[in-house]
């Protein structure tokens, strides 16, 4: 699942950006569904960090759609994604976790 821009394509309209990427490995319902294979990627524009894209590869990665589609929508920045509670155990935790990787501030290595 991708929405709007790719870090490649980001790059190609010339901004500097920042990516961030939360493998499901790492994350506490993947591991609960003994499915741990995808990931969650988030493109910032580095100077304001509002996030142009977000992809996501995985089982159940449609079911954070609503939520991508939202942020993007609204015009989110990384700090707002961060922000945001993300329930406990639950995937969409690998959006916020990306996003604080982004701002360096990962929760988990």
Known sequence: MTTQASPDEAKATGADIITSVCPFAAN?????????????????????????GIQAVGRGVSELSAGFALELEMGARLEDVAATVHAHPTQSEAFQ?????????????
């Not at 003994?34 to 996030?51: E, K, L, Y």
């Not at 976790?97 to 290595?109: Q, S």
């Open 28 to 52: 506490g319902r993947s591991l609960t569904i003994s499915d741990s294979v995808g990931f969650v990627r988030v493109v910032a524009r580095r100077a304001d960090h509002v996030v142009l």
């Open 97 to 109: 976790e990306a996003a604080l990787r982004a701002l360096g501030v990962a929760l988990h290595a």
